[in-house]
């Protein structure tokens, strides 16, 4: 339902005691400011995220991952590493260290290039991308073009031809072509280093602090995002390092050794996960942009020439890695880069509708075979593969998929969290993440704490924990503890009654549909790895 604040859909399902009902689904968050303020709560309440150094008051966009937080994250890195390297047979893992040889950071350009282009409020004093400004500018003239689509599509109805109607209205057209022309400009200024005039853009567009509303702004000035630090003892002859910016060279620099050790044949991939540093100007939307962050990268080497080909088909096999978690097709889009970093001759986002609107989520990359010639330039090293089909060695060319895992996580946990009013009125605050991330799989409740029904419950624990992360939990009536494992976003709930003692049966309820089965213990296994079997999920 995303985060609107009107009633979304009805949904027809079963709920406890079998009894069919009518369940009202439905937003209760104000605006979308609120909503993320909620999940901003919620990840802390239920331990997903807690502030890095809390105690001291926090440190400026670090965090830390919470009992729970660690889990999904762990969980959606299993993910995409299933995807990536053990249902490819053509692509492998690598764990490259964080610290690097400082030569690599020339070579790849971030020394001279890794820059944003800053900018400050003098009154208010708050610093912002300067670039970020103005593309949140345009991207407000663009939803005036969709306020247009919206308003003709429900005029119209069925017989709506939403392409000729982009094509046509005179109002969208003119939307679209102020949009295109601040976006065209911007791209000419940054492109020519020419950032007086990403200053005179600001004034002329009239753009002021989101903030504080005043357009009193400094000039706009460039800044290295990397992080800087020593390796050695003693100042003298300590040796400036960067903490790496990206995990992709860590990949680029291992290409021959793995290539080799692995007896890989192009095409072939190199996949990795890890941290990356950068010293981000703006900060302020949580764990959507980091100093300290994780990315899962993967570099696949192709034939020169071939690049576009493989380019199309990582944008395809990503954007189904996303769909199959079920968090909404239309929450995802492309966005192509019309300008273009120095080493890609291709580029494109998928971006996801966070709390915030659609944003880059993912980077798909053709990145020539720059990188490879870059490093063999500054080590004296060859970078080549010989290919034997065509009797030749050559640098191959590089295509890219890069995604911020703290990224994803935000993207699955805003997508998850939904107040729901109930038939009877009551509400409740449920997490639906993807069974298959899910921290917890199941909470084994006893009914009551007496009668031998947590002695039962304990030796369900023992049996599922070797498969499953699982839960025991005693405290409080089990509908306060359905609602708290609803809210932890836990699938199932396993309940040990009465009639368990007699029967070796027990009570397994879906967190979605709250729907209860009755099923014996010995089968508990198979019913829960039904829904979180990768395979499922994956295929
Ligand atoms: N190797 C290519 C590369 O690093 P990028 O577009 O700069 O490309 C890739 O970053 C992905 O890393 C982004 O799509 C985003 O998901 C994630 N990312 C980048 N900067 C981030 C930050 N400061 N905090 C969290 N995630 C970030």
Redesign the pocket.
């Known amino acids: 339902c995303g985060h609107v604040s009107q009633i979304i859909f009805l949904k027809k399902t079963e709920v406890r005691h079998n009894l069919s009902s009518w369940i009202f689904y439905f937003c209760a968050m104000a605006n979308t400011e609120d909503f993320f303020k909620k999940v901003i709560a919620h990840s802390k309440e239920y331990g997903y995220i807690f502030a890095s150094s809390e105690i001291y008051d926090g440190l400026s966009?670090v965090y830390d991952y919470a009992q729970n937080g660690v889990e999904l994250k762990k969980n959606i890195r299993e993910y995409w590493w299933r995807s990536m390297v053990y249902m490819n047979q053509n692509i492998v893992g690598l764990d490259s260290a964080i610290l690097m040889h400082p030569k690599i950071w020339k070579a790849s350009g971030h020394v001279d290039a890794f820059n944003d282009p800053l900018i400050d409020n003098k009154d208010s004093k708050k610093r912002y991308r300067a670039d970020v400004l103005v593309e949140d500018y345009a991207e407000k003239i663009e939803q005036k073009a969709q306020k247009e689509i919206a308003k003709a599509k429900k005029r119209f109805g069925d017989s709506f031809d939403q392409a000729q109607f982009e094509a046509t209205n005179d109002r969208v057209l003119r939307y679209r072509e102020e949009k295109q022309g601040i976006l065209d400009r911007l791209a000419r200024s940054l492109e020519a280093e020419d950032l007086a005039d990403v200053k005179a853009l600001i004034e002329s567009l009239g753009i002021a602090d989101p903030d504080s509303g005043s357009k009193n702004w400094t000039d706009v000035r460039q800044f290295n995002l990397m992080f800087g630090t020593k390796l050695g003892a003693s100042a003298d002859t300590a040796t400036d390092l960067y903490l790496r910016?990206?995990?992709?060279?860590g990949i680029f620099v291992n290409f021959l050794n793995v290539q080799k050790t692995g007896r890989m044949k192009i095409p072939f991939g190199i996949a990795q996960t890890g941290k990356?540093f950068?010293n981000?100007i703006v900060?302020r939307q949580f764990?959507?942009?980091?100093?300290e962050?994780?990315?899962m990268?993967m570099q696949f080497f192709v034939r020169p020439g071939e690049e576009m080909r493989w380019y199309d088909y990582w944008k395809q096999t990503r954007l189904k890695w996303h769909l199959s978690l079920g968090l909404g097709e239309e929450n995802y889009r492309f966005h192509d880069h019309e300008k273009l970093?120095h080493y890609a001759n291709a580029a494109s986002?998928?971006e996801f509708n966070f709390p915030f609107g659609f944003k880059?989520?993912?980077?798909i990359?053709s990145r020539t075979d720059f990188d490879l010639k870059q490093h063999e330039a500054f080590s004296g090293k060859k970078l080549q593969f010989f290919d034997p089909e065509l009797n030749e060695s050559y640098v191959p060319y590089v295509v890219?998929t890069?995604?911020?895992?703290?990224?994803?996580f935000l993207a699955v946990l805003s997508h998850s969290l939904k107040e729901e009013v109930l038939e009877d009125g009551s509400q409740r605050t449920v997490l639906k993440l993807p069974f298959i991330l899910a921290p917890t799989k199941a909470a084994i409740l006893p009914l009551i704490k007496k009668d031998g029904l947590p002695e039962l419950a304990k030796t369900i624990v023992a049996q599922l924990q070797w498969n499953f992360n699982v839960i025991y939990d005693e405290k409080d009536a089990v509908g306060r503890r359905y609602r708290r494992q609803d809210a932890a976003g836990t699938p199932y709930c396993i309940t040990v009654d009465h009639q368990s003692l007699e029967d070796q049966t027990v009570t397994l309820r879906n967190r979605d549909t709250m729907d209860q089965i009755r099923v014996s213990i010995a089968t508990l296994g198979e019913h829960m790895q039904e829904s979180i079997a990768y395979q499922h999920w994956l295929s």
Request: net charge negative; hydrophobic share 40%.
């Open positions: 966009a910016p990206e995990t992709a060279q990356a950068r981000e900060a764990i959507f942009r980091m100093r962050f994780e990315q990268e970093a986002d998928i880059e989520l993912e980077g990359h890219e890069s995604i911020g895992l703290d990224r994803m």
